[in-house]
Nanobody, 126 residues
């Protein structure tokens, strides 16, 4: 069993930055890959980014490349999402999730994740 708690969401103007955090508990953090997904109103949940167990490999969806950075601190059981140059289309509820997989191909898939946080709202105003 893994518990995930996101924080750091909020309201920001276009061009601004936010850093999301996801604190994990319940299992050895370094044994699972981590991902961030988001869901905008009326849309399906979509993959944003993921990071391997060691943090050595990351993968991003094209729309956030160069603007978002995922990182993890295994000593603190926390994964982060630094979001820069935010756009109104980034507005969504952001979820972190844990996976038993470690490869970046599988970490892009919704079905690869077995535990999810409750989500944190990010709103970007124009």
């Amino acid at each position: 069993q893994v518990q995930l708690v996101e924080s750091g969401g909020g309201l920001v103007q276009a061009g601004g930055s936010l850093r999301l955090s996801c604190a994990a508990s319940g299992r050895t953090f370094s044994t699972y890959g981590m991902g961030w997904f988001r869901q905008a109103p009326g849309k399906e949940r979509e993959f944003v980014t993921a990071i391997s167990r060691s943090g050595g490999r990351t993968v991003y969806t094209d729309s956030v490349k160069g603007r978002f950075t995922i990182s993890r601190d295994n000593a603190k059981n926390t994964v982060y999402l630094q979001m820069n140059s935010l756009k109104p289309e980034d507005t969504a509820v952001y979820y972190c999730a844990s996976s038993n997989f470690d490869g970046t191909i599988l970490l892009r898939k919704f079905s690869s994740y077995d535990y999810w946080g409750q989500g944190t709202q990010v709103t970007v105003s124009s």
